[in-house]
C-alpha cells in the first residue's frame, strides 16, 4: 500500500503534518524528494476537500435535524388583542 492510498485512513492531524512536510520538501528536498512532495501533494489537497465537505455536510444535515425536531414556535397575538394582553401582562 502507497501513501495515497493510506491518505484516508490518517487523522486529520496526521494529514496536516503530511502537508506540511510535503511542501517543505517541494521547497528544501532533494530533487527526489521535490518530484515525491509534488505528485504526494495534490492527493493530500483532495483528501482534505473531500473531508471537509463531509464535515459541511453533516453539519447541514444536523441542523436540519435540529430545525425539524424542535417544537414549533406559539404564533404571536396581533393587532388590538396583543395590545391589551400586553398591557395587562405589564400591570
Same mark, same amino acid.
Given at each position: 500500500?502507497?501513501? =495515497? !492510498? +493510506?491518505?484516508?485512513? /490518517?487523522?486529520?492531524? #496526521? ?6 512536510? &510535503?511542501?517543505? /520538501?517541494?521547497?528544501? #528536498? ?5 518530484? %515525491? &512532495?509534488?505528485? /504526494?501533494?495534490? %492527493? ?9 465537505? &463531509? +464535515?459541511? %455536510?453533516?453539519?447541514? !444535515? ?10 414549533? @414556535?406559539? @404564533?404571536?397575538?396581533? #393587532?388590538? +388583542? &396583543?395590545? +391589551?394582553?400586553? =398591557?395587562?401582562?405589564?400591570?
Amino acid at each position: 500500500m502507497n501513501l =495515497v !492510498e +493510506k491518505l484516508p485512513t /490518517l487523522p486529520d492531524s #496526521g494529514l496536516a503534518a503530511l502537508r506540511e512536510n &510535503a511542501a517543505r /520538501l517541494e521547497q528544501s #528536498g532533494t530533487p527526489a524528494q521535490q518530484d %515525491a &512532495a509534488a505528485q /504526494l501533494i495534490p %492527493a493530500i489537497e483532495a483528501e482534505l476537500e473531500a473531508r471537509r465537505q &463531509a +464535515k459541511s %455536510a453533516r453539519l447541514r !444535515e444536523a441542523a436540519a435535524a435540529r430545525r425539524r425536531a424542535a417544537p414549533p @414556535k406559539p @404564533k404571536r397575538a396581533t #393587532g388590538a +388583542k &396583543a395590545s +391589551k394582553t400586553a =398591557v395587562a401582562a405589564a400591570s
